[in-house]
């Protein structure tokens, strides 16, 4: 956990005692936490505990009521200009969320032409690079309908991917997946680390979380109940909701 009161602005991310509310429903409760630049965090629990609550303050999808989210040594809160902020936080659904009637390429260019202003050509070449990297240029031309599931979840990062984001919010990026697909997602999740993208990643399954994780967030009922390395996780959890979690998973 963070330990200092004050945020900690040379972090990547910075969090103190966020809070969270739906009208009277605390949804996410003083919640703290630093995250180092290409860092990889997992965050696990069960259903209704707040991770997409908690991920989704990071771009201000929802805006937390109380606390502190410090990016790059910047307190984001109303005042923050939300292109920018979306611009350099990226985020990947369950559901690819592609737009249907784009091709695959612009699905890609769209966002860096609209809001960078860049030059198609210019847009288009790094476009290809994206969808090279993720294994799908061939298939750049089609129209989502057209692709698998995995070929979907490849497009939307090759998609985030092209607004240069320094960090990639991944809700449940394999849970519509199967296992092929989701060996493919892992290791293109592991390439943006060695970019120095840090990624946070919501999901429930427990091999990826293992494999792609330099620290498991585990969340209960809104809060962060644990914060740990996940060799330590998965063997010594240290309170008994996570080892419930954890024995129920099996
Ligand atoms: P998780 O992603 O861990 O399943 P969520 O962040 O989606 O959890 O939800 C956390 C809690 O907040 C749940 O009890 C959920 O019902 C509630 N909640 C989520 N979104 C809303 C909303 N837009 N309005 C009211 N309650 C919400
Ligand atoms: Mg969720």
């Known amino acids: 956990m963070a330990d200092e009161l004050l945020p900690n602005p040379s972090k990547r991310i910075s969090i103190r005692n966020l809070n969270k509310f739906y009208k009277d429903f605390l949804a996410l409760d003083r919640l703290n936490i630093d995250i180092e630049r290409g860092e990889k965090i997992v965050i696990l629990g069960p259903s209704g505990s707040g991770k997409s609550t908690f991920i989704r303050c990071f ?3 929802e805006p937390h009521d109380s606390g502190v989210l410090m990016i790059d040594g910047k307190v984001i809160d109303d005042k923050t200009d939300l292109t920018a ?16 009637h784009l091709s695959v390429l612009d699905n890609c260019t769209l966002a860096p032409r609209l809001v960078r202003k860049t030059p198609r050509a210019d847009a288009e070449a790094a476009a290809h690079r994206y969808l090279t990297q993720v294994g799908i240029d061939e298939q750049a031309a ?20 092209c607004m240069n984001p320094e960090i990639i919010l991944f809700d449940e990026p394999t849970a519509a997946l199967d296992p092929e697909a989701i060996a493919g997602i ?14 946070i990643c919501v999901t429930h399954e427990m091999g990826f979380a293992r494999r792609i994780a330099d620290r498991i967030v585990f969340m209960d009922k809104g809060s962060i109940l644990e914060i740990a390395p996940p060799e ?8 008994d909701r996570a080892l419930a979690f954890l024995n129920q998973m099996i």
Do not use: H, W
């Open 59 to 61: 771009n201000r999808i």
């Open 85 to 100: 902020l979306r611009g350099n936080v990226g985020m990947v659904f369950q559901n690819y969320n592609l737009f249907p």
């Open 142 to 161: 089609k129209y989502p309908i057209q692709l698998s599931g995995g070929q979907q979840q490849r497009a939307a990062i090759a998609r985030a991917l």
């Open 186 to 199: 892992v290791s293109i999740i592991q390439d943006l680390a060695a970019q120095e993208i840090t990624t």
């Open 232 to 239: 330590e996780f998965f063997t010594t959890p240290q309170t």
